[in-house]
């Protein structure tokens, strides 16, 4: 018995040796591995909606786990092991993914590879466009679950092979905090308390996993908590201080978790408005007198809910004429404009176009155009960094002839603009009625609700409906916002669209952007105009018999309210007959410099009026913090892991200040094979590296002392002296090497990853003879 202690301390106080891992602590220590991969993955559920993925994800994990756990109880080289588990995700992807291309559902054809490229530019697509959460498609839930796969692989071999539970943890608060950074929302602390608690669980379940003596392990295992919660707090730290002072990035239908803000096509503009920094999305030209509303697209179904965008029958955008004409009784007047739109940062499906566009010319790529609503939607493209030009007829209809004509069904009109839900509050047609009891035509009538929106009694506001909890467009929120009297363009547009229902006109939703700032460019003498993120809008439009969709204007300070000359004004002009909502131009006394889609925004329909606003120096300075803790992650982790050996070492641990030094000189790039005996490996030190010899031998003499006597590695009589004279051989080894090599190791040591004694460790060097 005392020969074979003797034997397992002299394998641990070689170079390599760690120890080989228990049968049951192995179990445990795989059940900690999936428990903290689930940790990680569950912030994902609030980018793409939870499904069949979530489970397939877990299966996966399950399997793989398994499947080294079994290979490592028959002592298969690790490098085995990992082929194993890469085979189990191959056979699982297969089966469940592309089995129609595969032989015998499982083993991959080239026809399984020929499918993969479409499926991963498939999810990426999703993932540049999409709304979050996204809706889990086959092609984003093969990304997500193959990624949950092979980090599964990777952390197992980290965790259970190179006995790094602290480099695997760091790997897992990264992935976890990827969720986060694309769509910030607010800190879910229950959530990176659970993270914290499992990679708690997973260094202690590795620290059991080893097969070591007791007194040493009790030793050991002292120091692990201290380290663990270090590791969590960092994670903690990083998510909740670091992460809220990233510029936030738009996350929803049509907008990009790529670069570049996006088009909210849910009506939850709310986030977007309140985005710490104002982004350049657009710059704008038009031969018109008034800069024009550029739209996205329109919304028109309504469930109670939600409005949803309007599909339709799209066609190719060839021709000069794509969407086809404008169609107007003969006695209304229609004015031809060119507008120029350049695509400075924006990434969308949808191109902003001013309305009634009726071609469109330089878009590269696929796209299509929809005639229905005159919008224009990518096929297989994006609007970054885009140019065009489009041509737009616009109706110039006088006071008299709109007051004339009904608002009514036309054949541009679909049975879903004048639905209203079974359980539409009665606040919104009471309303209605009460406010345009005195009008006599259904261009009064909603001038008049314009009037009433406009008004004194209505205040613009993007923070009041988030603390009442309406921050939404649907029924109970339009009869909240009507009640308090609050909100900003969604709510009024709501309202206005459901009201004008309530009058049984034909109404609809628009997205897009607001004219924009003047800027000092000029081009062909047209002014340049600069259109900002927080400018993203919605307008209601109201359907005339002989006219076709007019927009107007009922947020209260923004923009300028709709309105046409009656016709004896006309004589002498030679343009704009109608002043109208999405035509509208800043006024010359409108302010500037204001806080985004603020109410005094009224210049040019703007919602921020920031046109030359300074930038915002605290979404960089949070970039900056970020980016140097997570430089600074392995530094601190090293400094964690080198105090518990020195606490080790100073209780007795000689095993401690040994691997102490064997970590400082893997660092530094010393080789610490497996095959050179402690003595040597000492000797070898301080011959060719200078380290000092009597310090050296002190910590040689006590792991010599220690390994092979019946005390085990613990002993008293070390003390502190291992502990100095090791902290003293470090010093000597970083004083060794080169200024760039001691950065280099300080910044990213390499003992982190490389265990003393392992293939990656390097080759004992041979002596000439």
């Given at each position: 018995m005392s020969s074979l202690s003797a034997s397992a301390r002299g394998d641990r106080a070689g170079s390599g040796a760690t120890g080989r891992p228990r049968r049951g602590g192995e179990r445990l220590l795989a059940s900690a591995v999936l428990t903290a991969l689930m940790a990680a993955l569950l912030p994902v559920t609030r980018v793409v909606e939870s499904g069949a993925w979530l489970i397939g994800s877990l299966v996966l994990s399950v399997l793989v786990l398994a499947a080294g756990y079994q290979a490592r109880r028959f002592r298969l080289p690790a490098v085995a092991v990992t082929l194993i588990e890469a085979a189990i995700w191959i056979v699982f992807m297969t089966l469940v993914f592309l089995r129609d291309t595969a032989l015998l559902w499982v083993i991959p054809s080239l026809d399984t590879f020929r499918a993969v490229p479409p499926l991963v530019e498939g999810a990426m697509q999703e993932i540049t466009l999409g709304a979050a959460?996204?809706?889990?498609?086959?092609?984003?839930?093969?990304v997500v679950v193959g990624a949950m796969g092979l980090l599964t692989i990777v952390i197992d071999h980290v965790v259970v092979t190179a006995r790094m539970p602290l480099l695997a943890a760091v790997g897992i608060v990264a992935v976890s905090l990827i969720p986060a950074i694309a769509v910030p929302s607010e800190v879910d602390l229950i959530g990176f308390v659970f993270l914290a608690v499992t990679i708690l669980f997973l260094i202690r379940a590795e620290t059991r996993s080893r097969e070591k003596p007791v007194e040493q392990e009790a030793e050991r295992s002292a120091g692990v908590p201290a380290t663990a919660l270090g590791i969590a707090a960092i994670a903690i730290v990083v998510a909740v201080v670091a992460t809220p002072m990233l510029p936030q990035p738009v996350a929803r239908a049509g907008s990009g978790m790529g670069p570049g803000p996006g088009i909210d096509a849910t009506l939850q503009l709310g986030d977007d408005l309140r985005r710490p920094q104002e982004v350049e999305v657009l710059r704008v030209r038009t031969d018109s007198a008034t800069v024009p509303y550029l739209r996205a697209t329109?919304?028109?179904?309504?469930?109670?809910?939600?409005?949803?965008?309007?599909?339709?029958?799209?066609?190719?955008?060839?021709?000069?004429?794509a969407l086809g004409g404008v169609t107007v009784d003969p006695d209304i007047r229609v004015t031809e404009y060119l507008t120029s739109v350049d695509v400075v940062n924006l990434e969308s499906p949808w191109a902003p176009v001013p309305f009634p566009a009726v071609s469109v010319d330089g878009l590269d790529g696929a796209w299509a155009a929809v005639p229905y609503n005159r919008t224009i939607v990518a096929r297989a493209s994006s609007t970054?960094?885009?140019?065009?030009?489009?041509?737009?007829?616009?109706?110039?209809?006088?006071?008299e002839q709109i007051r004339a004509r009904a608002a009514g069904d036309g054949d541009q009109v679909r049975d879903e603009t004048t639905e209203l839900p079974p359980d539409t509050p009665p606040i919104i047609a009471e309303l209605a009625a009460q406010v345009t009891a005195e009008a006599t035509n259904d261009y009064d009538r909603l001038t008049a609700?314009?009037?009433?929106?406009?008004?004194?009694d209505f205040g613009y506001s993007l923070e009041a409906p988030v603390e009442e909890g309406f921050d939404g467009s649907g029924a109970e929120a339009v009869a909240q916002f009507l009640e308090q009297r609050e909100g900003y363009c969604i709510h009024f547009a709501s309202a206005f669209a459901l009201m004008a229902r309530t009058l049984n006109m034909p109404s609809r939703i628009v997205v897009g952007y607001l004219p924009g700032e003047p800027t000092t460019d000029a081009i062909d003498s047209q002014p340049v105009y600069s259109v900002g993120s927080s400018q993203l809008h919605a307008w209601p439009e109201v359907h005339f018999d002989g006219i076709g969709w007019v927009a107007f204007e009922p947020t209260s300070g923004l923009g300028v309210p709709t309105s046409f000359s009656p016709a004896a004004t006309l004589p002498g002009q030679i343009d704009d007959p109608a002043t109208t909502s999405p035509l509208s131009t800043p006024t010359p006394s409108a302010p500037t410099g204001l806080d985004e889609e603020t109410p005094d925004a009224q210049g040019g329909g703007t919602a921020s009026g920031r046109g030359g606003t300074e930038a915002d120096p605290l979404p960089l300075f949070g970039v900056a913090v970020l980016i140097l803790v997570v430089l600074s992650l392995p530094l601190l982790v090293r400094e964690l892991r080198r105090r518990q050996l020195d606490t080790a070492a100073r209780r007795g641990d000689a095993a401690a200040a040994w691997q102490s030094v064997q970590d400082a000189a893997i660092d530094v790039g010393i080789p610490v094979p497996s095959s050179e005996s402690p003595r040597a490996f000492a000797q070898r030190l301080i011959t060719e590296h200078g380290v000092p010899a009597a310090e050296m031998n002190v910590v040689l003499i006590a792991i010599e002392r220690v390994s092979y006597s019946r005390a085990g590695t613990r002993s008293y009589w070390i003390g502190d002296t291992a502990a100095e004279a090791a902290a003293s051989v470090r010093v000597a080894l970083l004083a060794s090497v080169p200024p760039a090599r001691r950065i280099l190791a300080l910044l990213a040591p390499r003992s982190l990853v490389i265990r003393p004694g392992s293939v990656y460790a390097g080759n004992a060097p041979v002596k000439a003879q």
């Open positions: 959460p996204l809706e889990p498609s086959t092609a984003l839930a093969f329109t919304l028109s179904q309504f469930d109670g809910g939600t409005w949803e965008p309007d599909g339709g029958q799209s066609v190719a955008l060839e021709g000069e004429r970054q960094g885009q140019s065009y030009d489009v041509v737009s007829t616009v109706p110039r209809p006088t006071l609700l314009q009037r009433w929106f406009r008004g004194s």
